[in-house]
C-alpha cells in the first residue's frame, strides 16, 4: 500500500464567512475526520481569489475511498459540506511517489 494525497479545492457557498468555515473545519477535522483509520494529516488554505484548497495525506488509497464513504450523507459532516458551492468542488487523488523534509 501507499500513500495517498488527496487535493480537494472549491468556493464557500454564497454568504458563508471565512470565520465560520474554519470554525466548521476545524470542528470536523477534530471530531469526524481526524478519528478516521489511515488518516495522516490536512492542510486548509486560501488564495486571493477565493479559492480554498485542502490537502489531506492518508495511509493508503483504501483508506482514502473508505473516509469519502463514510463522509458523505454523516450527520456529522452535513454543516461542513453545506458551507461548500458543490458545483465548484472538485477532488483528485495523487500516489505519493517523494516525500522530502
Known amino acids: ?13 454564497s454568504g458563508v464567512t471565512d470565520e465560520a468555515f474554519t470554525a466548521e473545519t476545524m470542528s470536523m477535522e477534530r471530531e469526524f475526520l481526524g478519528k478516521l483509520h489511515g488518516f495522516l494529516d490536512r492542510d486548509t488554505g486560501k488564495s486571493k481569489d477565493g479559492d480554498w484548497v485542502v490537502v489531506l495525506h492518508w495511509a493508503s488509497p483504501e483508506d482514502a475511498q473508505s473516509s469519502m464513504d463514510k463522509f458523505v450523507g454523516n450527520e456529522g459532516t452535513k454543516t461542513f459540506t453545506d458551507m461548500i458551492d458543490m458545483p465548484t468542488f472538485k477532488m483528485t487523488r495523487y500516489e505519493l511517489r517523494d516525500h522530502y523534509e
Open 1 to 13: 500500500m501507499s500513500k495517498t494525497i488527496e487535493i480537494v479545492t472549491f468556493r464557500l457557498a
